[in-house]
């Protein structure tokens, strides 16, 4: 069994700064793509940042220059460094991982979803 959990989020002011994290833990044997996805009240679910294993990353245009994802593939964690905030950026944020199972083989999981709320 997999589990992604996620940790970090918050209500913080416009302009300000919160770092994400997520945990995997369990049965893994390797994780390829790891990414962030947030969902706003009634809007789809949109990728924000995904970095491979490789440490290739890339971002959704709104956020480029703004938030910095990066993973530490010793401890199966991915980060979400989010700096100059914006009302829009107001989501739930849900950790992605696209990973190799000791016993199911490949699969995608995903955490609980943790709330970032920016007031203007």
Same mark, same amino acid.
């Given at each position: ?8 989020? $918050? ?6 700064? @919160?770092? @994400?994290?997520? *945990?995997? !833990?369990?049965?893994? !044997?390797?994780? %390829? ?5 947030? /969902? ?12 491979? !294993? $490789?440490?290739?990353? %890339? ?5 480029? $220059? ?9 401890? %199966?964690?991915?980060?979400? /460094? ?14 992605? *991982? ?6 199911? $083989? ?5 955490? /609980? ?8």
């Amino acid at each position: 069994q997999v589990q992604l959990v996620e940790s970090g989020g $918050g209500l913080v002011q416009a302009g300000g700064s @919160l770092r @994400l994290s997520c *945990a995997a !833990s369990g049965s893994i !044997s390797s994780i %390829n793509v790891m990414g962030w996805y947030r /969902q706003a009240p009634g809007k789809q679910r949109e990728l924000v940042a995904s970095v491979t !294993s $490789g440490g290739r990353t %890339n971002y959704v245009d709104s956020v480029k $220059g703004r938030f910095t994802i990066s993973r530490d593939n010793a401890k %199966n964690t991915l980060y979400l /460094q989010m700096n100059s905030l914006k009302p829009e950026d107001t989501a739930v944020y849900y950790c992605n *991982a696209l990973l190799i199972t000791i016993t199911f $083989g490949s699969a995608t999981y995903w955490g /609980q979803g943790t709330q970032v709320t920016v007031s203007s």
